[in-house]
């Protein structure tokens, strides 16, 4: 029998199930013994919460990291919260037991968190409902799921996977994770893949189908489950696990390594992010820094802009974790495929050439300079952050930016904030345009990063979305890769540095050519980051400038591919 949910962390697990179902925590029979001793029992429990909680917190920092185990001291800031703890004692003046108190209380707090847009701030409501359960279970004496001690080989089913649950995880013990709720982007998802467990979520009624003691397979990559397989499927799967985990034990050699060809030109590896939780992941996967950082995703799947403060604490937060590292910000890359409904945008006949990107943040310079002002603040600190401009295709689209970036640090000068003054300003080359004067960019840029998703369609005139037309689009045409080398050149000519952070940089077949024109950065997902470093370990320069000599002169996209394919193949 197979089942579907979503896919939050990739791998293979096979195993035998384990449900994890609610503990009783009616409290419906507790008395009411008095206000004074019903607080101090509510402050028994915040303590013996706390010292629960740190001990797990500790235990995280040292077995998974420290990002991960601020998901569990967030927890314990926000039940120390003077204005929550007050509220539990209102409620306990007005006759409500400690229980009592804490469930409505939280109740509160998760109604008001699960309403608000802001994914993190969504996020919360999942702390808060893990801080009611265990306070609950603190209050009520009944013991935690102990996930500790589970048997080798378990498939952990649960309606709800909470951070408490997924840290207390003996991940040598458990192979597999499924879940009736969670996201992609929930803690659970994230502490999931940190700790590398496959993990489905949100498998509908799933606790009413699995049995106790039931043989799972757990398809993490394709978020499939197949209950009691059949032999052949069981020994496919087998299969399939066996070559996962070797791929796996390989790279993890590639971690806490720089990035090297094989005789030693180190290159800088960089992951992509959309926001603060894929920052978590690109800290974990060993990113040196981030190459491009998708702002829009802010703007996105809510009803009005986020302001000032919202976006400055989003981007101080990624410079923060990534403080030593540098962060490639780019600006509001709406239109074409990124549509932000409130905006109120015109249809248009041609939305990817039509008024998006930097063309639009220009001519809307009241939305443009909120998002400066608060990335020049956000560097103000560690100083790490740069920005770069979108779908750039003259030098006038730079001077426009940076008159409106030095309009604000002047304003901000004169509000007396902090900013940082040297911030970079870089442009993406993703159009034809912008290869063809890449020498007259690189004169007014501090960075390039090329963008070879959009310089692809653009390039050859192929839409990137358009299924019809898909077996077209491919970054192997020549026309791409002359383009590709012809930027870099220009940007080494210029002294400027030149990174890549379209799809086409973790793509092994290309990385020969891509060390041979010289590119001196690559941004890839954070799940790619340690198969890019073993590539491009992979490599000899005089071997790549032999292949990428061989590529260069091959007339057709699919000649091309079929080299480098073939080249990587042996
Ligand atoms: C690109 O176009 O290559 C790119 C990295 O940006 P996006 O995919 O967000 O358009
Ligand atoms: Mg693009």
């Known amino acids: 029998m197979k089942l579907h949910g979503i896919g939050a962390s990739g791998g293979i697990g096979i195993g035998t199930v384990v449900c994890v179902r609610a503990r009783d925590l009616d409290y419906g029979k507790v008395p009411y013994s008095g206000a004074e001793q019903e607080k101090a ?36 800031t926000m039940l120390e919260d003077p204005y929550m703890i007050s509220q539990m004692e209102q409620a306990i003046d007005s006759g409500s037991c400690a229980e009592a108190a804490v469930d409505t209380v939280c ?18 409501a999942t702390d808060i409902g893990d801080i009611r359960t265990r306070m609950l279970g603190i209050l009520l004496g009944v013991e935690e799921v102990d996930l500790s001690a589970l048997p080798a080989g378990t498939v952990l089913a649960a309606h709800d996977l909470t951070p408490s649950m997924t840290i207390g995880l003996d991940k040598e013990h458990v192979v597999g994770i499924l879940t009736e709720t969670g996201g992609k982007t929930s803690h659970s998802a994230i502490l999931a893949r940190a700790l590398e467990v496959p993990a489905v979520l ?38 399939r696990r066996a070559k996962w985990l070797g791929e796996r034990e390989l790279l993890q050699i590639y971690r806490d390594r720089e990035t090297r060809t094989a005789d030693g030109r180190q290159v800088a590896l960089y992951a992509n992010i959309g926001g603060v939780v894929d920052a978590q992941a690109a800290v974990h996967a060993g990113a040196e820094g981030i190459g491009l950082f998708r702002t829009e995703f802010l703007f996105m799947d809510r009803s009005a802009l986020p302001g000032e403060e919202e ?33 109120g945008m015109e249809a248009e006949e041609n939305p990817f050439l039509g008024h998006r990107a930097i063309r ?15 990335l020049l603040r956000a560097g103000a600190e560690h100083r790490n952050l740069k920005i770069m401009l979108p779908l750039v295709t003259g030098v006038e689209e730079i001077r426009g930016a940076r008159a409106l970036l030095e309009a604000c640090k002047a304003e901000l000068g004169a509000e007396g904030k902090a900013y940082d003054g040297d911030i970079a300003l870089g442009v993406m080359i993703e159009t034809p345009a912008a290869v063809l004067i890449a020498d007259l960019l690189a004169q007014e840029s501090d960075f390039f990063s090329i963008g070879t998703n959009d310089l692809t369609q653009y390039t050859i005139a192929v839409d ?36 890549m952070c379209g799809e086409a940089a973790a793509d092994p077949a290309l990385i020969p050519l891509l060390l041979t024109f010289g590119l001196d950065e690559f941004s890839v997902s954070p799940t790619s980051v340690l198969s890019a470093r073993k590539h491009i370990a992979d490599w000899q320069e005089e071997d790549a400038a032999r292949v990428t ?6 007339p057709t996209a699919a000649q091309v591919e079929a080299y480098l394919k073939g080249v990587q193949g042996n």
């Open 549 to 554: 000599r061989g590529a260069m002169e091959l």
């Open 464 to 499: 990137r979305g358009n299924a019809q037309v898909a077996k077209l689009y491919t970054v192997f045409h020549p026309a791409v890769l002359r383009s590709i080398r012809q930027v870099i050149a220009a940007g080494k000519a210029a002294g400027i540095p030149v990174g």
């Open 311 to 343: 976006q400055y604490e989003v981007y101080r937060q990624v410079s923060q974790m990534m403080a030593g590292k540098e962060v490639i910000i780019r600006t509001l890359d709406v239109g074409g495929d990124k549509g932000i409904a409130y905006l």
């Open 202 to 239: 949100s498998v509908p009624d799933v606790l009413e189908i699995v049995k106790d003691g039931m043989t799972a397979v757990v398809d993490g990559g394709e978020g499939e489950i197949i209950l009691s397989p059949e032999q052949a499927q069981l020994e496919d799967y087998q299969a």
């Open 360 to 374: 639009y943040c220009l001519d809307h310079p009241e939305i443009y300079k909120v998002q400066l002002r608060a």
């Open 41 to 76: 029992r509510l402050h028994q429990a915040v303590e013996a919460f706390i010292a629960r909680t740190q001990a797990m917190a500790d235990q995280v920092k040292a077995r998974v990291g420290e990002k991960e185990s601020e998901i569990l001291s967030g927890q314990i």
């Open 107 to 124: 109740q509160t707090f998760m109604d008001m968190f699960a309403a608000a847009e802001d994914e993190l701030m969504r996020q919360r």
